[in-house]
């Protein structure tokens, strides 16, 4: 109730009347059932504008700690928001098997829930795609769900002539389902779920049309790999030489 309170009196006017954001291709996600939604990441606006912009419900994976209320007012907000919302926590802690961390959201895929993830882990710092974290397709692999591909396209926030930080026609393209069926078994073994994520990175790529680079955003965000590094890592595409891992019983 809450979910469906908030997107009608709140983001559908904000998102579609004054961003005047457009989607298509919404028809290519399932109207029933379990199913992932894999999407590039450029701006703050991501997050809400999917959801906003399409029929089905989306959860989208917070990071475990925000939902920790403290002491903290703004803390607090955030916590009760999150849980109003029926987001689910996600452990990055390391403390745990990468599996055992995905449990909740495992959970809600299996109750034929939309799970709404960004494979780059953090936002493009520069407009271009990068490299996609193996999360994405131990998931979609454990849950046996098929995966959409997802572009967004000017998301990112500017400001306007008052200052006020604003989205400028954002749109976004939905691709059509992709399944891996046929890996489900090989779920531990790291050269599939390399190859299930960069095949998932591509269908991305093939829809936003953005320039590949073979490096994780987080390390060029920390400063661990350089601007002139990160050109060096350019691909015509992800997974770009890689042949496909062999299918076992």
Same mark, same amino acid.
């Given at each position: &109730?809450?979910?469906?309170?908030?997107?009608?009196?709140?983001? /559908?006017?904000?998102?579609?009347?004054?961003f005047?954001?457009?989607?298509?291709?919404?028809?290519?996600?399932p +109207?029933?059932?379990?199913?992932?939604? +894999?999407?590039?990441?450029?701006?703050?606006?991501?997050?809400? &504008?999917?959801?906003?912009?399409?029929?089905? @419900? /989306?959860?989208?994976?917070?990071?475990?700690?925000?939902?920790a209320?403290?002491?903290? %007012?703004?803390? &607090?907000?955030?916590?009760?928001?999150?849980?109003?919302m @029926?987001?689910v $926590?996600?452990?990055?802690? =390391?403390?745990?098997?990468?599996?055992?961390?995905?449990?909740?959201?495992?959970?809600?895929?299996?109750?034929?829930?939309?799970?709404?993830? #960004?494979?780059?882990?953090? *936002?493009?710092p520069?407009?271009? !795609?990068?490299?996609?974290?193996?999360?994405?397709?131990?998931m979609?692999?454990?849950?046996?769900?098929?995966?959409?591909?997802?572009?967004?396209?000017d998301?990112?926030? /500017? *400001?306007?002539? !008052? =200052?006020? $930080?604003?989205?400028? *026609?954002?749109?976004?393209?939905v691709g059509?389902?992709?399944a891996?069926?046929? #890996?489900?078994a090989?779920?531990d073994? @790291?050269?599939?779920?390399?190859?299930?994520?960069?095949?998932? &990175?591509?269908?991305?790529?093939?829809?936003?049309?953005?320039?590949?680079?073979?490096?994780?955003?987080?390390? %060029?965000?920390a400063?661990?790999?350089?601007?002139?590094?990160?050109?060096k890592?350019i691909?015509?595409?992800?997974?770009?030489?890689?042949? $496909?891992?062999?299918?076992?019983?």
């Open positions: &109730m809450w979910y469906s309170l908030f997107k009608v009196l709140i983001f /559908v006017p904000l998102v579609r009347g004054l005047r954001a457009t989607i298509t291709g919404e028809g290519n996600i +109207a029933t059932g379990g199913v992932m939604l +894999a999407s590039n990441h450029l701006g703050a606006g991501d997050t809400f &504008m999917l959801p906003t912009l399409i029929e089905r @419900h /989306v959860t989208f994976p917070a990071k475990a700690e925000l939902f209320p403290g002491k903290n %007012v703004g803390r &607090m907000i955030v916590a009760w928001f999150l849980r109003l @029926h987001e $926590p996600l452990d990055r802690s =390391g403390g745990r098997s990468s599996l055992e961390a995905f449990r909740p959201i495992l959970a809600e895929l299996a109750k034929g829930g939309v799970v709404g993830i #960004y494979p780059e882990g953090k *936002r493009s520069d407009g271009r !795609l990068y490299k996609g974290k193996t999360g994405v397709a131990r979609a692999l454990a849950a046996d769900v098929p995966v959409v591909p997802i572009a967004m396209f998301s990112q926030t /500017v *400001r306007n002539r !008052l =200052g006020i $930080p604003w989205i400028r *026609r954002p749109r976004i393209v059509t389902p992709l891996f069926h046929e #890996y489900r090989q779920a073994d @790291h050269q599939v779920l390399r190859y299930v994520t960069d095949e998932i &990175m591509n269908a991305i790529q093939e829809l936003s049309g953005q320039t590949y680079v073979d490096v994780y955003a987080a390390s %060029v965000v400063g661990r790999v350089s601007a002139q590094e990160a050109d890592r691909l015509p595409r992800p997974g770009y030489g890689a042949t $496909p891992p062999a299918i076992t019983a």
